[in-house]
């Protein structure tokens, strides 16, 4: 499995290809799980941002738009979707705001 992820990273040109894999794969994991808890939002939200903007730019931008052909449409979505957290944070109900310190 980390052969995979680190051949599609190797495709891209980032080096070295299995700490980028295991650098993206941390993100998605912990960093949604910490997104959901709204627990440093917003670092968290333009960790993501840029990632997404890599994947809709360098990634998925020459197959077109619509995601039916594997395009940029939800991976752009999700990147403005992130902007927006960074932005306006983690809301009323987010654990930074209980902790008293957004970050």
């Known amino acids: ?53 890599v994947i809709t730019f360098l990634i998925q931008w020459n197959n077109g738009y619509f995601w039916t052909t594997r395009g940029y449409e939800f991976a752009l979505l999700l990147m403005l979707v992130c902007i927006a957290f960074v932005i306006g944070g983690g809301g009323r109900y987010s654990l930074d705001r209980k902790l008293g310190r957004e970050f």
């Open 1 to 53: 499995m980390q052969r995979i992820a680190a051949g599609n990273v190797a495709k891209i040109g980032f080096s070295p290809p299995l700490a980028w894999a295991w650098a993206v794969g941390c993100l998605e994991f912990f960093g949604v799980i910490l997104l959901a808890l709204g627990l440093f939002t917003r670092p968290v939200a333009f960790a993501l941002a840029i990632q997404m903007a």
